[in-house]
Nanobody, 124 residues
Framework: QVQVVESGGGLVQAGGSLTLSCTAS????????MGWFRQAPGKEREAVSC????????YYTDSVKGRFTISRDNAKKTLYLHMSSLKPEDTAMYYC?????????????????WGQGTQVTVSS
């Protein structure tokens, strides 16, 4: 069966950096768009950054542009999110997801396989 597993979350001070990783098994990784989503307490889950199966198209939500970088290694079936200049408002549970549809503005409903999440906490 398909398994999506995130790692790399933790506690970091504001202004610091963190890199999240996500491995996916049980699927043909390079057939899937991949995305990072986050959900803070009391808020809806939002798309943070997504990348097309080929890696030649990406999406970033406005609040992370210039600070976060998404990348993928199809040979290793791994997705990454490098986060820098972190802010307290980046605090959330971060989820990795795989989907077969690519849009310029990704929708949660396009992503069909989800991980359990990794917590990112940014202290001020």
């Amino acid at each position: 069966q398909v398994q999506v597993v995130e790692s790399g979350g933790g506690l970091v001070q504001a202004g610091g950096s963190l890199t999240l990783s996500c491995t996916a098994s049980g699927l043909t990784f390079d057939d899937y768009a991949m995305g990072w989503f986050r959900q803070a307490p009391g808020k809806e889950r939002e798309a943070v950054s997504c990348i097309k199966w080929s890696g030649d198209s990406t999406y970033y939500t406005d609040s992370v542009k210039g600070r976060f970088t998404i990348s993928r290694d199809n040979a290793k079936k791994t997705l990454y999110l490098h986060m820098s200049s972190l802010k307290p408002e980046d605090t959330a549970m971060y989820y990795c997801a795989a989907g077969v549809t690519w849009r310029s503005l990704p929708l949660k409903t396009d992503f069909i396989f989800w991980g359990q999440g990794t917590q990112v906490t940014v202290s001020s």
